[in-house]
């Protein structure tokens, strides 16, 4: 089953081509698109709102066809845009309101929702108090909040942790998962931080340059590139123990990398912590650590600009913005 499907999906500009072929499926549950600036990620998601159209291929959201049935897909889909979109003047219980009323809920459950909506994201007193006032991290739960508010069934969630610091980033992300463990809401993330979806997603999809590049569950590429970080001891006999122990590894058939005293040693199954075992103790040297590390996706994947950590002139153009 997916929620989303493309297939050779392209956007050409004159001057630039946004999306490039892209054939994709997503899964239910939360799925972290990731891409530098200017990878195609919000070319993607305005294609799926149909709010611009593919130059060719096609796409649908829970079986619709973004091109045909627009109206349908918005009634049963959420979007927090990227950019600040919020009234200054009015209260965020006024906006949510508004929005779910525009979403087609009557005047009472709208207000029952959106109270209910607020509190999930942790909107308490202030929801009373004009938008102008609030914080980038409150305005981004206003933001969120508006995309839940009709109990939709899936949410496209473009940069929702941008201008937030590394507090603010981790209770966003706390909040997204629970949008699906909660209410069993999909979602489709994006950012350009690997490592934050790395936490937060069931599946990632990983665009450059308008093309995709991979797009597996975490578990499977966590899994396939866990590594055994070890150090050990030098001896009389091996005055530099990890270099024999470098060599007796390779003798065995055991991938390693790593430089200076600790070794990556891939972790390819329980019997690699047995030959490294077997391997410190027949070189007669001491083990003096030896930790099951996993790769962060970014060490391993690391297309040009896609980063692991918050990227400064991103963090300002948006705080700025928002
Ligand atoms: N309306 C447009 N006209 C011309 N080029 C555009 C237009 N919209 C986007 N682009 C270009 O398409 C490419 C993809 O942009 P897009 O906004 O989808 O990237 P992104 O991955 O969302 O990055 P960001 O996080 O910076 O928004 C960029 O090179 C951008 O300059």
Do not use: W
């Not at 209410?183 to 665009?207: A, K, M, P």
Request: glycine share 10%; proline share 5%.
């Amino acid at each position: 089953m997916t929620v989303i499907a493309t297939e050779g999906l392209s956007k050409r500009y004159p001057k630039v081509t946004a999306l490039d072929r892209l054939t994709v499926d997503v899964a239910p549950g939360v799925t972290g698109l990731v891409g530098a600036n200017g990878a195609g990620k919000s070319t993607l998601i305005k294609i799926l709102l149909g709010l611009s159209p593919a130059t060719e291929g096609r796409a649908s959201m829970l079986g619709l066809d973004v091109a045909t049935e627009g109206a349908e897909i918005r009634s049963l889909v959420g979007y927090m845009p990227e950019h600040d979109c919020l009234p200054p003047d009015v209260s965020a219980t006024e906006f949510v309101v508004h929005m779910a009323r525009m979403s087609g809920l009557p005047p009472t459950a709208a207000r029952e929702r959106t109270a209910d909506t607020l509190r999930h994201v942790g909107l308490h007193e202030e929801r009373y108090r004009p938008i102008g006032g609030y914080s980038t991290g409150m305005k981004q739960r206003v933001k969120l909040a508006q995309a839940l508010v009709h109990d939709p069934k899936l949410v496209l969630l473009d940069e929702p942790t941008n201008g937030l610091d590394p507090a603010g980033r981790d209770e966003m992300l706390g909040l997204i998962r629970r949008v699906h463990t909660d209410f069993g809401i999909s979602v489709l993330v994006t950012s350009h931080l690997l490592g934050e979806l790395e936490r937060t997603s069931d599946q990632i999809v990983i665009i450059d340059g308008g093309r995709l590049l991979r797009s597996s569950s975490t578990s499977d590429f966590t899994q396939t590139t866990a590594s055994l970080a070890v150090e050990v001891t030098d001896s009389d006999r091996h005055p530099d123990g990890t270099r024999a122990l470098r060599a007796a590894l390779d003798l065995a058939g055991v991938k390693v990398d790593g430089s200076g005293h600790v070794l990556l040693v891939d972790l390819e199954g329980d019997e690699t912590y047995d030959k490294v075992r077997d391997a410190v103790a027949e070189l007669g040297l001491g083990l003096v650590r030896m930790e099951q590390r996993r790769h962060k996706i970014a060490e391993v994947f690391q297309p040009a600009g896609i980063t692991d950590s918050p990227n400064p002139q991103n963090e300002g153009a948006s705080s700025d913005a928002a």
